[in-house]
């Protein structure tokens, strides 16, 4: 399998790399990054690439993928809704729209959020933006897409977020969350979770396109077929 991913050197996309990497169905990772990262893997691939709203340039490297796991974003803390929206709305469907009409056969996954509002129309702005985000995506002609919806996210194997608050969040609630897994499994789940979940789902699909962290979990405990 050739998978394409965005989000690399953040939390959720290290943890997704760790688990394309030492899956054995995973021939090739090419990563789509800004700026470049210390990871280095025969599998891994680095693209360095300046514009996150036009990916037209990268066609020829960005064919022949059987899945995209778009693990890129950022918190709405602080911004407009223009601006969160320019990242999370923009630069998504730039990239999906390129990759739906270069590889028909593609699963893509995207990471949004439990609460995120499908309506479009609800009072939080980050949840419209991301419903809209998911909405667009679930239009787009891929072979299938799914819409992660992780609540809290338990970083493993030294990962860390990029972003501040969430690395003061999580060192405080670190000595917490190994309990709160065990009394409430249904709202948690870690970044090894949602690597082996993403894989699942590329490689056998998923009963439903969006994916809470309950269902998220179960994919990534269910047995290799
Ligand atoms: N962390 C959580 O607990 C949690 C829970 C639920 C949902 N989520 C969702 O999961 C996604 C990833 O979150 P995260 O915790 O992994 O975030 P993170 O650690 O802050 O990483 C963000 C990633 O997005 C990239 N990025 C941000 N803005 C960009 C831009 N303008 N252009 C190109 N790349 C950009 C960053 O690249 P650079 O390295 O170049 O900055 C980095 O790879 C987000 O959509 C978030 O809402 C996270």
Redesign the pocket.
Known sequence: MNVLL?????????GVLRECLLDRDVDRVISI???P?PNKHPKLREILHPD?HDFSALESDCRNLDACFF?????SAGMTEADYRR??YD?TLAAAGKLAQWNPGMTFIY????GTDSSEKGRTM?ARV?GATENALLRLPFKAAYMF?????Q?LHGI????RW?RVLYAITRPLLPLLRVAIPDQITTTEQLGRAMLRVAKEGFSKPVLETRDINAAASQPVR
């Open positions: 965005f989000g690399a050197t953040g939390m959720v996309g290290q990054v800004r700026n990262s996150f693990c890129l974003g950022v918190t990242i999370t630069v990471v949004s959020g439990t980050w991301k919806r992780p609540g809290a996210i970083p860390q977020s990029k972003t969430y």
